[in-house]
């Protein structure tokens, strides 16, 4: 099992920045890739940023030139840097990983960090 742990998450007005951070643990066989992704009222969760461990990152188009994603700490922590906030990532922020294993990939989810953006 692989826990996340998320952090970073608050109130900020609109234009602001906040800097989220999710680190892996437990029995971890070899991490592919790290992300975030958001969900708010009333709407499905949606892909915010991934990046694999091969260093390939892909955003959503609605946080390309104000988001970036970054890993620390050989990998198994990932970072994201928000800027340039708008009332509209106003969401639930949820950490994923995929961790590859010899015969399945697991897919892990932290429990969710608020991100509130005030107008």
């Known amino acids: 099992q692989v826990q996340l742990v998320e952090s970073g998450g608050g109130l900020v007005q609109a234009g602001g920045s906040l800097r989220l951070s999710c680190a892996a643990s437990?029995?971890?066989?070899?991490?592919?890739?790290m992300g975030w992704y958001r969900q708010a009222p009333g709407k499905q969760r949606e892909l915010v940023a991934v990046r694999s461990r091969g260093g390939s990152t892909t955003y959503a188009d609605s946080v390309k030139g104000r988001f970036t994603i970054s890993t620390a700490n050989g990998k198994n922590t990932v970072l994201l840097q928000m800027n340039s906030l708008k009332p509209e990532d106003t969401a639930v922020y949820y950490c994923?990983?995929?961790?590859?294993?010899?015969?399945?990939?697991?897919?892990?989810w932290g429990q969710g960090t608020q991100v509130t953006v005030s107008s």
């Open positions: 437990g029995r971890i066989f070899s991490i592919v890739a």
């Open positions: 994923n990983a995929v961790d590859r294993s010899s015969l399945y990939d697991y897919n892990y």
